[in-house]
């Protein structure tokens, strides 16, 4: 299936405000947090039109009990995807079709918590690495299907500015 890198729609804040509010809603009892990440995540920035929300536990072990409210949701669990990122529960939004919704649900206090923030931040400071950003993005989806390739290619450029982000941060603290 190709890859769709759509320019940015000033709706999503609000959709991921209305979909937080779903998901607070139904499992807000083990949520600490919840927070608007990846592309739709920054203003101006062209992306899949999906929204991804990372929502924080205190615990990962209280996942289990969010599992059957947000099937009430229109979401799916996967569970595939923890071999690979053992920290993360994953969720797609399947009703309505197509996608529109990711949940990333991990630990507040981990690395993946951290760096997806990070990002995410980071980009909205600096719209020039943002423009980059979008511009190897829009390049990767006219070469790669949706996957695997796609997201590790993505992924050399993330490291690089979160590399970037904790190199400043140790400068910062040793001055």
């Known amino acids: 299936m190709p890859i769709e ?4 729609d000033i709706a999503w804040p609000r959709q991921f405000e209305e979909e937080k509010g779903r998901i607070l809603g139904a499992i ?9 990440i990846g592309s739709t995540a920054v203003p101006g920035l062209a ?13 990962l072990a209280d996942a289990m009990n969010c599992i059957d409210p947000l099937k009430g949701l229109g979401y799916e669990y996967v569970p595939q995807w923890e071999a690979e990122l053992p920290e993360r529960r994953y969720f797609r939004r399947v009703v309505p079709r197509p996608r529109t919704h990711h949940i990333h649900m ?8 951290r760096r ?31 996957g695997r390739h796609y997201a590790a290619a993505k992924s050399v450029f993330i490291r690089t500015i979160l590399d970037k982000v904790d190199r400043a941060s140790t400068l910062t603290k040793d001055s």
């Open 106 to 113: 991990v630990e507040t206090t981990s690395e993946f918590w």
């Open 28 to 36: 807000g009892r083990h949520v600490a947090a919840v927070e608007h």
């Open 47 to 59: 992306a899949k039109p999906i929204i991804d929300i990372l929502v924080g536990l205190r615990s």
């Open 5 to 8: 890198i759509v320019d940015y």
């Open 116 to 146: 997806q923030l990070l990002f995410r931040d980071y980009l909205r400071a600096h719209p020039e690495d943002a423009r980059a950003y979008e511009t190897l993005k829009r390049h990767l989806a006219s070469r790669f299907e949706v």
